[in-house]
């Protein structure tokens, strides 16, 4: 399957071509794709497309910290639902363990690995092959997520640290300047180190319900996107069922058109099987939903499809050791 990146994001790029003075429109038709499909909020674009897209950026501008300013154009809208999720995110933590999760969304040409480390939370981009990985590009990523990071925490957030494997530019000095942190240049591995103090800081921003809703929404978009991941299908399909109760391999199935039998093999090839998926995503919901105080035990066991109170706390007792109240006052 070829390797995409999320058609809206591709808006970043033509402000940035633009505030170069150059016209976007022929060079995004020149490499193939059609200006009109940037404003739909499905479109896909080809990695290789995008690759060549920024090539054409870095060329056209003759800027070395072009990856740097990019942050200046980022908004949550050209990430979708990954966006307004992070906005709503409790903690840098929540937003970047979201960014990680749903990261294939944004890209398949690279992905993202975090880490615990002494100084805090590590974040470490890693490219697959398919990217020419362009060191203004590692650059963009970068601002892009200290930007984020800013617009949840207050402009004041700078990293612990950041490593980059390129050499330093001549004008390093606009790197140290937006970062505001030591920067490594030449380094082993493309990362970012936020402390645990950031990482862990209750945002005022946050909103658990706005994040829950983004969150379904990424779900089942994935599950769209990706046909051949029977597991984001069975979630979504579980997730749009669970309120109205009665959830079973057959309503399911039902849902993505497909047998009962033919659903349990395909689980059975992932290695899995619905009950263990079931039991996932309603702990997964419940998590959420007991973090949000204006919800009664009640309407949270309603959710998650269960007829009873209490089975719904032995259930969450067996997935946490802990019963549901005695995790929200936690």
């Known amino acids: 399957m070829t390797a995409t990146y999320l058609g809206p994001a591709v808006g970043i790029y033509w402000k940035m071509f633009e505030s170069y003075g150059i016209d976007p429109v022929p060079i995004l038709k020149d490499i193939g794709i059609d200006p009109d499909d940037a404003d ?11 690759d060549e897209l920024w090539m054409r950026l870095v060329e056209l501008s003759g800027d070395p910290c072009i990856g740097v300013k990019a942050a200046n154009f980022w908004h949550p809208s050209h990430y979708g639902a990954l966006g307004y999720a992070w906005l709503a995110s409790g903690t840098l933590r929540t937003a970047m363990t979201r960014y990680q999760r749903y990261f294939r969304i944004l890209t398949e040409g690279a992905w993202l690995e975090l880490e615990d480390v002494d100084t805090g939370l590590k974040a470490t981009l890693k490219y697959k092959a398919v990217s020419r990985k362009q060191p203004t590009r590692t650059d963009s990523f970068f601002s892009y ?51 645990k103090e950031d990482a862990d800081r ?121 019963s549901p109240s005695d995790y929200r006052k936690a």
């Open 40 to 50: 739909d909020p499905n479109a896909r674009f080809s990695y290789r497309m995008i």
């Open 145 to 195: 997520t200290v930007e984020m990071c800013r617009a949840n925490a207050g402009a004041s957030f700078n990293p612990v640290s950041l490593s980059l494997m390129h050499p330093a530019p001549t004008s390093a000095g606009e790197f140290h300047a937006y970062f505001r942190c030591p920067i490594i240049f030449d380094a082993d591995e493309n990362s970012m180190i936020i402390s």
């Open 202 to 322: 209750k945002l005022p921003s946050g909103n658990p319900h706005l994040a829950r809703l983004s969150d379904q929404v990424m779900v089942e978009y994935l599950a769209i996107f990706d046909k051949a991941d029977i597991i984001s299908q069975t979630k979504a399909a579980i997730i749009d069922q669970l309120p109205s109760g009665g959830v079973t391999e057959v309503s399911v199935a039902d849902a993505l058109n497909i047998s009962s039998r033919t659903l349990l093999r395909r689980l059975q090839d992932q290695e899995t099987h619905f009950k263990s998926v079931l039991n996932e995503v309603r702990q997964e919901l419940a998590i959420k939903y007991l973090k949000d105080n204006r919800q009664s035990l009640t309407e949270v066991s309603f959710l998650l499809g269960f007829s009873e109170v209490s089975a719904f706390s032995r259930a969450f007792k067996r997935w946490t050791g802990k």
